[in-house]
């Protein structure tokens, strides 16, 4: 079995960073891709950033110029450093997999709350 734990939510002023990590643990033999989720109370969950395993990446609008993703392939870790958070970041972060030969796999999740 293949799981991902997030960690590095916490509260945070507006203005302020933070930075999640995402680590797949198991039978990993690659990771094609490691995205970045989130949703917000009351909201659809939706696609925050993307990396694919040649380090090409994608990013809400929402987020360009403030949030990068980066993974380290030897640790089967993504990263997600947020600058300039805005209390609208305020959700809950989900990290999914695309684990080689294994399928899709999501992560339990970890909050971040930025106060205005």
């Known amino acids: 079995q293949v799981q991902l734990v997030e960690s590095g939510g916490g509260l945070v002023q507006a203005g302020g960073s933070l930075r999640l990590s995402c680590t797949a643990s198991?039978?990993?033999?690659?990771?094609?891709?490691m995205v970045w989720y989130r949703q917000a109370p009351g909201k659809q969950r939706e696609l925050v950033a993307a990396i694919i395993s040649d380090g090409t990446t994608n990013y809400a609008d929402s987020v360009k110029g403030r949030f990068t993703i980066s993974r380290d392939n030897a640790k089967n870790t993504a990263y997600l450093q947020m600058n300039s958070l805005k209390p609208e970041d305020t959700a809950a972060y989900y990290c999914?997999?695309?684990?080689?030969?294994?399928?899709?796999?999501w992560g339990k999740g970890t909050l971040v709350t930025v106060s205005s």
């Open positions: 198991g039978r990993i033999a690659g990771i094609n891709a």
């Open positions: 999914f997999a695309d684990v080689v030969a294994r399928g899709p796999f």
